[in-house]
């Protein structure tokens, strides 16, 4: 039987969720994607327990492979497609955003998003 990775409902039912997403850019090199998953329980409480760690794929990445698109907290596919380059420049930049931020702020200075 397949992996579950939608949410649960029924309290000692299981499921998989991503729990890590790596990105190795090495210098000259395509990048690859390492995906770690966590099988968790719905619990009677209604919280969930993780259960264990589990590996995942490691694969290296195509800028031309079209993906589509999910809700994040429903896992319902929205019927968008973007590429997956598309979508590692929508990381590249907030990654980018993200340092810049934290450069200013080392500075003592206040973020100013560059034009």
């Known amino acids: 039987m397949s992996p579950i990775y939608n ?4 309290p000692g039912d299981d499921r998989m969720r991503t729990r890590y997403v790596g990105i190795r850019t090495e210098l000259g090199q395509i990048p690859s994607v390492s995906i770690l998953r966590q ?9 969930e327990k993780k259960l264990e760690d589990l590996d995942g794929p490691t694969v290296s990445f195509d800028k031309n492979e079209m993906v589509d ?7 319902e596919l ?10 590692m420049a929508g990381v590249h930049s907030w990654v980018m955003q993200q340092l810049l931020k934290f450069d200013q702020q080392q500075k003592g200075e206040s973020y100013a998003n560059p034009q």
Do not use: F, H, Y
């Open 69 to 75: 698109l999910r809700n994040p907290e429903t896992n």
């Open 7 to 10: 949410q649960t409902v029924n």
């Open 78 to 87: 929205l019927g968008i497609q973007m590429s997956a380059g598309e979508i």
């Open 39 to 47: 099988k968790v329980i719905l619990c009677k409480d209604g919280s």
